[in-house]
């Protein structure tokens, strides 16, 4: 049997992001409407909406979908989730998802959930555990993948667009991946080089 990673440092992060997430969603159509993910207002410099908008929720159901996702990551990879490093983690994947949203799908003018971060910290998780030699993070990530080539082919779920009343911006998934992998692979290089300066001065 499988332990959880139950120990406080490894929830903190978690229960933080899920309880701002849901505080957010019962604080009223005027908070929703100033931190949603929204084109035009970012246009108008409202920069902060780059990373609220993945904290707020069209309904009930497409935030608890989203908690039940954070649960399951927490599941998988907790024992990777000290509570500073996956705040960073999450302000991070959500930056990327929002500029990839900017940038590359114009024609998305608006967008709330937690979905394209946490594709994000789910690749990052992967990777962690490649690093530290489990196979199944190769796994993990040819299901991502997987799943990302389905939704960019055949587009969303409508059965979910109904579900949570807005479409599933499946562009917001790949963007928040490829985030989670290049946070990796900047964190996997920093730690290198660092280690490597450190041996140096040992040597000398």
């Known amino acids: 049997m499988v332990a959880l990673p139950v120990k ?70 907790g024992e990777h989730y000290q509570p500073l490093k996956f705040i960073k983690l999450f302000i991070w994947c959500s930056l990327g998802t929002s500029v990839g949203i900017y940038f590359y799908s114009p024609t998305l003018i608006w967008y709330v959930g937690l979905s394209g971060a946490l594709h994000g910290i789910f690749v990052w998780g992967a990777c962690m555990d490649l690093l530290n030699g489990l196979r199944t993070g190769g796994l993990l990530l040819a299901g991502v993948t ?21 479409q599933v911006a499946v562009d917001a998934h790949l963007y928040g991946a490829i985030s989670g992998g290049i946070l990796f692979l900047l964190m996997w290089l920093f730690t290198r080089a660092v280690g490597r300066l450190s041996a140096r001065r040992e040597t000398l």
């Open 8 to 77: 406080p440092q490894f929830c903190v992060g978690p229960i933080i992001l899920a309880l701002t997430a849901i505080i957010l969603f019962f604080a009223g159509t005027t908070i929703y409407d100033l931190l949603a993910y929204d084109r035009y207002a970012l246009q108008s410099m409202e920069t902060w909406r780059l990373v609220t908008g993945s904290l707020m929720h069209t309904n009930g159901y497409h935030l608890l979908l989203n908690i039940v996702g954070l649960a399951l990551l927490w599941a998988l990879h």
């Open 146 to 166: 997987a799943k990302l080539a389905y939704e960019q082919y055949q587009g969303s779920s409508a059965d979910v667009a109904s579900l949570i009343d807005a």
